[in-house]
């Protein structure tokens, strides 16, 4: 017997027909994106960046030029990348991604300190000079928080920050305007130099932790006066949860991506400084190690075998290379403080 379908019921079935399609084509169409957004940013060359900001004049290319606007390729990369910033993403597929996140982020750290050294270090003579007024603006945009969606948004604030700094940069290559700086010296980049010893320390540790490692407590070791708040134990047991070891590896990913490229422009600008301290070849060092950070993985999955188990470990052998450049930094910094 011939079954009859009321017209009603086939509509309703059409209909569910078309909202399946039409959601498995957005769900696609969505994983599709989020591959394509999850791609690194490839690496630039720093001063011919440079050299286009200055439309092609090499006379504009002072000290401290291709400093300055590797600071801002930096963060227009971060905004300008394919899928924009993604760390405030309310959304899909932003908002299923976290890898390229945690990758913005880290950037977003070496950008930040760029910032606040360029601020306070590299565009004053000494201790009681007066700030320059744009980067005192640029520098505090870049500390906004990251991840606000609206009211304000995160990516105008950041933009408000390159934008002073591009006046700042425009000031300085003006050969009839004094009052913008940049001086490239020896005790200007060590302290520089300090503080992303201290970033790829704790990414090291960090990273290192992927394992779980008993930790024995060194905080007060090296000198018998020292003192500290609250007490802490002498050993402690520190593991990485398994969540949480692609969110540090692609941080750490990030920050030596973004530190790479500024330490290229430290290399061009603090030239004759390197030179004459003997430290161009440990600066170059440091680049080498970052640059093995930004090796393609083999895996879709940031893998965590043991030490010397079958599997590798992703986070160990990044631990591995930041540790080294480290290392490098720390007696680059011894170079630059001898005579």
Known sequence: MRRLYHPRTLKEKGLLWS???????????CGLLGVYWSRQPEPFDVRQVALERAAGDSERLVVGYVYTSTLMRIGETLLDKPGGYLSNDLFPPGLWLDNMPNWEFGSLVMLRDGAAALRNHFSRSQSQSVEDKDLAQAEPQF???????ILPATEGEYR?????????????????ASDAQFYARADNLRQYLEIVSKRLGSLSQRLSASVGQLRINTDLAGETAAR???????????????????????EARGTAWALLHILRAVELDFSEILRKKNALVSLRQIIRELEATQEPTLSPFVLNGSGFGLFANYSLTMANYLARANAAVIDLRDLLQQG
């Open 160 to 176: 408000k920050g390159l934008r002073a700094l591009g006046r700042y940069l425009q000031r300085l290559a003006d050969p009839a």
């Open 228 to 250: 500290q708040a609250t007490r802490s134990p002498e050993a402690v047991e520190v593991k990485t949860p398994w969540r949480e070891l692609d969110d540090v590896f692609y």
């Open 143 to 149: 500390n906004f928080q990251n991840d606000s969606w």
């Open 19 to 29: 909202l399946g399609l039409l959601l498995l084509t957005y769900l696609l169409v």
